[in-house]
């Protein structure tokens, strides 16, 4: 396999050379991870900012070790009107080579970028760059990939705290957190109120993965006294066994609190985050929505994470992919938005939509060991020959299961949208998100009239219960979708407002 080639954001280029307390154990162990895999690019751009350092001797040492990576030859620069066509800010010379490296991803003359900033990477965000900008953590989790085979599981119980056997190891780092007897404290309090929780439980019967959760109503949130609007759900405890990093288990306990507060009718979602230690988990969540807020009103270390899911009273009106991450699993569905129907095969079908599955209802469809990372990621990618140049992330897709059901039964939300022709680029951009090997890709793109492929990133938005059959699709007078098509209003309202609430 060729090297992948990723840019590195300043930062981060310094730090593996020179490790600070905050990164050196996640850059080392990038770096021996990477050595096989990955070459390490830096922006010229990226040196002249370094050349502003007016300490002679650090800068020079600085620029030294940047030196020992490779600089991209010659990359293209994006033009004002480009930057402005993409609402991104460039009043500060930060901004100005920031919207530059991020030009490479949009250009593909990297494959990633790897950067610590949060609001660069929420611009990349905005821009439906998501899957292709990492931070340090996620970046460490994607390489994880091609060495180990993740723990799997999409089988959630939904259960009362006093069912979790809290004796499992997996509660050993809250009781380090919190002390034994604080923790022991508050589990007892679980207990005796009821509290409710969803678990994973691994083919050990080991817990791998937990969310505690309760409601509450018109309660301050953070320091500052916030309440958010409506009916809130908390959060109490979100926590992934490290073993199972990379299976997508997070998203999958992430889809049942969002599943549970949309049935529910609950407004807000929140929870409480220890940043420091945390940062993976800061990195799921903030894929979905979810924005800091503030600090916890008494711990010190914790920060509070939260995110309406649907637009509090006298909120701006956005844009349809600003939208649908600001409000998932909300989306809007005006005439801004394009809705298309995409026929897939009952075996894709199988792996990446586990909720409408056959097999979840078989003899073994809570055995963990048999689901894998695409069935349990919320955010999911199709992959197929068809050119569509009106596709856009906030777009909106109904699957069309062909083969034995022939009927139209899950809604996703586009969230980004690639036409590449390179097997390795598409297959490491979505693997552990898509259903198709290397192997499947290549024939596709081999096969493909320009050697050009479409990549849609989606979010799973529901089910459609019961399905749209063929026959009331035909009553209608549209035949089933052969490949990627556009569907018609009418029809598409017919079809959504039997989404599962």
């Not at 992948?4 to 600070?20: G, K, M, Q, R, Y």
């Not at 075996?347 to 990446?352: A, I, N, Q």
């Not at 990627?484 to 017919?494: H, S, Y």
């Amino acid at each position: 396999m060729e090297r992948i080639s990723v840019l590195l954001d300043t930062n981060i280029l310094i730090d593996f050379e020179s490790p600070n307390e905050v990164l050196s154990s996640l850059c080392a162990g990038v770096l021996r991870k990477a050595a096989s895999l990955v070459s390490f690019y830096y922006h010229p751009l990226q040196v002249k900012e370094l050349e502003r350092n007016k300490d002679t001797d650090s800068r020079e040492k600085t620029i030294a070790r940047v030196g020992k990576f490779n600089v991209l030859s010659d990359p293209p620069l994006a033009s004002d009107a480009q930057i402005e066509a993409k609402g991104w800010s460039n009043r500060k010379s930060n901004d100005r080579i920031d919207n530059q490296l991020l030009w490479c991803i949009e250009e593909s003359v990297v494959s990633f970028f790897v950067t610590q900033d949060k609001a660069l990477r929420a611009k990349a965000r905005s821009s439906g760059l998501s899957e292709r900008v990492f931070s340090l953590s996620q970046f460490d989790e994607w390489l994880d990939s091609f060495f180990d085979e993740p723990i799997d599981s999409a089988a959630i119980r939904n259960c009362k705290c006093y069912q979790i056997d809290v004796s499992d190891t997996f509660f050993d780092s809250l009781r380090e957190a919190y002390g034994q007897s604080e923790f022991d404290k508050w589990w007892r309090k679980c207990k005796a109120l009821q509290r409710d929780c969803w678990a994973i439980i691994d083919s050990h019967n080991n817990l791998s993965g937990l969310c505690v959760y309760k409601e509450e109503r018109n309660e301050a949130i953070n320091r500052d006294g916030f309440v958010p609007e409506g009916k809130v759900l908390k959060l109490c405890t979100f926590k992934i066994s490290s073993n199972a990093l990379g299976s997508k288990q997070g998203e999958r306990l992430l889809l049942a609190a969002f599943d549970y507060a949309k049935r529910n009718g609950y407004n807000f979602l929140y929870l409480h985050v220890d940043e420091r230690k945390h940062v993976h988990l800061v990195d799921l969540i903030t894929q979905f929505g979810f924005e800091r807020m503030g600090n916890h009103s008494t711990s010190k270390q914790d920060a509070v994470y939260g995110k309406y899911i649907v637009p509090p009273t006298g909120e701006e009106s956005l844009g349809k992919a600003e939208y649908l991450l600001r409000y998932y699993p909300s989306f809007m569905a005006d005439s801004t938005v394009n809705k298309f129907a995409i026929p897939i095969q009952k075996v894709f079908h199988e792996r990446l939509f586990p909720d409408s599955s056959d097999f979840k209802n078989s003899l073994l469809g809570d055995d963990p060991d048999m689901y894998t990372s695409e069935s349990n990621a919320i955010r999911k990618a199709y992959i197929c020959r068809k050119r569509c140049k009106t596709i856009e992330p906030g777009d909106l897709l109904l699957f069309y299961r062909s083969g034995d059901r022939k009927s139209i039964d899950v809604l996703g939300g586009v969230v980004a949208v690639y036409r590449l022709s390179d097997t390795d680029e598409i297959y490491n951009l979505v693997k552990r998100r898509t259903v198709y090997s290397k192997e499947e890709i290549e024939s596709m793109r081999s096969s493909s009239a320009t050697g050009e492929l479409l990549v849609i990133v989606f979010d799973y938005l529901g089910a459609v219960a019961p399905p749209f059959t063929l026959k009331e699709l035909r009553e209608a007078g549209t035949a089933h979708p052969q490949s990627l098509q556009p569907m018609n209003e009418k029809l598409f309202k017919a079809v959504v407002a039997r989404l599962e609430s």
